[in-house]
């Protein structure tokens, strides 16, 4: 059984390995003085096995196998991540979906989400929702439709709303020149945003805010919030989110990235499948 279905990881496999060059590297390293150094493990190798890593949660020990050892997983992850190739990839997955469907950008929301972080480490800080555990949180924001367009970590124990700036400050440059936000979109947010200085960063940013206030008896309905709490869920979905254990803030946003990436290549196929069509379009709602 797949990790994922083809369908999804193919099309992220193919622009990763034109992020790292995967025909320019040699098998052997040149500069060994010996030239008989150890076969360079595959890039392909090693990203299924970080894919294994992401949905399942594991540990690179319990992933590791015969042709793919622990280290070189995290050997490659620390190179990966250093280079910035996460936050490309999902620069590249916005711009082909905005170019075939098309980002809902009017309506726009931010939302914090707590998960475990057991292993302590850079972003990880005692939760307020789980009796004072180590965990971590992830401030997104999303369109209209829940894609996601930025991320931010950050330690459990930090409140959400110093959070919505650099969250806000990231969009323009995950969507790119082609795709520019509107004059004014409005920005829902949840009544932990309610403040004066909030409306006033969104004022200055040039956003309309919705937000829930405070002391007031929730809606019924979420209104127009609901995408970005639907994004968590879709997020949860991944085992390394759900427990993040690498300590270093660099190898988490890593993750983080990777995962907003493949839940835009989801929507991008559920919604071209209707649109359009290719020879190895899924005939199901259902990818697999």
């Not at 690179?60 to 190739?85: F, K, N, V």
């Not at 936050?87 to 914090?112: C, E, F, K, N, P």
């Not at 969507?175 to 409306?199: A, F, I, N, W």
């Amino acid at each position: 059984m797949p990790l994922l279905p083809s369908s999804v990881i193919e099309p992220l496999w193919v622009e990763f390995a034109a992020l790292i060059g995967v025909d320019a590297r040699p098998e052997f390293a040149p500069s060994h003085p010996w030239g008989c150094h150890r076969r360079r493990i595959g890039d392909r190798v090693v990203f299924d096995h970080v894919i294994a890593a992401l949905v399942h949660g594991s540990g690179y020990e319990r992933i590791a196998t015969p042709g793919c050892s622990d280290r070189t997983i995290r050997r490659r992850l620390d190179e990966w991540a250093g280079a910035g190739h996460g936050r490309t990839l999902l620069r590249l997955s916005l711009a082909a979906y905005h170019r075939m469907i098309g980002l809902d950008l009017d309506d726009l929301s931010v939302d914090g989400a707590i998960t475990k972080a057991p292993c302590g480490g850079e972003v990880a800080g005692r939760s307020p929702v789980d009796r004072g555990k180590q965990g971590t949180k992830r401030s997104v924001a999303c369109d209209g439709g829940g894609i996601p367009l930025h991320l931010v970590t950050a330690r459990a124990n930090n409140h959400d709303s110093p959070l919505l700036e650099p969250t806000l400050a990231g969009i323009p440059d995950m969507l790119g020149p082609d795709c520019v936000l509107p004059e004014q979109p409005t920005m829902h947010l949840d009544r932990g945003y309610d403040s004066h200085k909030t409306r006033e960063l969104l004022e200055v940013l040039g956003y309309r805010a919705d937000i829930a206030a405070k002391g007031a008896p929730a809606p019924i309905q979420a209104g127009k919030r609901w995408p970005v709490e639907r994004l968590h869920a879709w997020m949860n979905g991944y085992g390394k989110l759900r427990r993040i254990t690498d300590k270093r803030t660099v190898i988490a946003e890593f993750y983080l990235y990777l995962a907003a990436a493949l839940t835009v290549i989801r929507r991008l196929i559920n919604q071209a499948r209707s649109r359009y069509r290719w020879p190895t379009r899924p005939t199901t709602r259902r990818l697999r």
